[in-house]
């Protein structure tokens, strides 16, 4: 009998791990132990969480978000790391964990569901896009 597909925040040290290997995709300049300090830094300092799409027992892809609100949007959720796991694009996991996460903003209230992209990720877009996201300005950055 095969488990059913369940999202569920990692809430623990061990769900943080068993999250890593699809996030390292997104983010492989971290260690295993770099994440779960990084994600266990965030999770107590600014609120974040990371959400895990598991089925049948191997999580299928995470993402990572926080809670904000600005003076430009008001109460917002925001996603830092969304990223399914090569071997499972097309499958639907993505769309289903955006869904969620989308969901997860209405019932908090958010007046806005916002999230960052790199450039070069033209998958990505077209997949937000479709998603019914829209591009409504571009991000600056300064490495200092």
């Not at 971290?30 to 300092?45: D, K, P």
């Not at 600005?70 to 289903?96: E, K, M, Q």
């Not at 969901?103 to 916002?114: D, L, N």
């Amino acid at each position: 009998m095969t488990q059913a597909r369940s999202i569920a925040i990692a809430a623990t040290r061990a769900d943080i791990e068993r999250g890593y290997e699809v996030v390292c995709e997104l983010r492989p300049h971290l260690s295993r132990e770099a994440f779960v300090a990084q994600v266990e830094r965030q999770r107590a300092n600014e609120g974040y969480a990371l959400a895990l799409l598991d089925d049948s027992g191997l999580v299928r892809a995470a993402a990572g978000f926080r809670y904000l609100e600005t003076l430009a949007w008001g109460r917002i959720l925001y996603v830092d790391d969304l990223v399914t796991r090569a071997a499972d694009h097309g499958a639907g996991y993505g769309s289903a964990l955006l869904d969620w996460l989308v969901g997860e903003a209405r019932t908090a209230g958010c007046a806005q569901f916002h999230l960052d992209s790199g450039v070069q990720r033209f998958g990505a877009h077209r997949f937000y896009l479709h998603k019914g996201l829209d591009i409504t300005s571009h991000h600056f950055a300064m490495a200092l």
